[in-house]
T-cell receptor, first 109, second 115 residues
């Protein structure tokens, strides 16, 4: 069952950074934070994951607070193609993923 | 690397009829998952296979849903008889083992409409 809390929707101007928050106050020590996104009519797509250190890849950055109770996904320069539903998921032992309702990010011109 | 293939892409059936969905995972991926995604909600895990054995089917409505993965490769998900509330997108995903660092790869799904 989903153990994360995300705002249902957010807006972002094209070219600006999109900062998507996620609350996971009951996270356990061996749970990773994963982020996926789902563009309309497609399956979810992996973005990034982390345990306790901040992570960066070609798509995004993941900032995890020191107490690990929350995290933020950062899309540095949002484009219209980044309009999607973003899911924050906890997973231990890389086993099953339980999706919540996610955040609908609307990138506007 | 080819992605996860699913078919059909769309299916419309009447309630009480049966339907089957097919999934071909990425070559070499031992673990296969079926998810149900109702409009406006996140995907819900139905069943997880490791090779051709079931690891978790606790959320599968076994009175009407069944799934199999013969020879540890392709998988089929069946609904019989279908109900109106089964209208959803059925997503298949696969992973290299029980815990790749890069999570799953999802297919594009089969959109089922029960009328």
């Amino acid at each position: 069952d989903a153990k994360t809390t995300q705002p249902p929707s957010m807006d972002c101007a094209e070219g600006r950074a999109a900062n998507l928050p996620c609350n996971h106050s009951t996270i356990s020590g061996n749970e990773y934070v994963y982020w996926y996104r789902q563009i309309h009519s497609q399956g979810p797509q992996y973005i990034i994951h982390g345990l306790k250190n901040n992570e960066t890849n070609e798509m995004a950055s993941l900032i995890i607070t020191e107490d690990r109770k929350s995290s933020t996904l950062i899309l540095p320069h949002a484009t219209l193609r980044d309009t999607a539903v973003y899911y924050c998921i906890l997973s231990y032992n890389f086993n099953k993923f339980y999706f919540g309702s996610g955040t609908k990010l609307n990138v506007k011109p | 690397e080819a992605g996860v293939a699913q078919s059909p892409r769309y299916k419309i059936i009447e309630k009480r009829q049966s339907v089957a969905f097919w999934c071909n995972p990425i070559s070499g991926h031992a673990t296969l998952y079926w998810y149900q995604q109702i409009l406006g909600q996140g995907p819900k895990l139905l069943i997880q296979f490791q090779n051709n054995g079931v690891v978790d089917d606790s959320q599968l409505p076994k009175d009407r849903f069944s799934a199999e993965r013969l020879k540890g490769v392709d998988s089929t998900l069946k609904i019989q008889p279908a109900k109106l509330e089964d209208s959803a997108v059925y997503l298949c995903a696969s992973s290299q083992d029980r815990g790749p660092l890069y999570g799953y790869t999802f297919g594009s799904g089969t959109r089922l409409t029960v009328v």
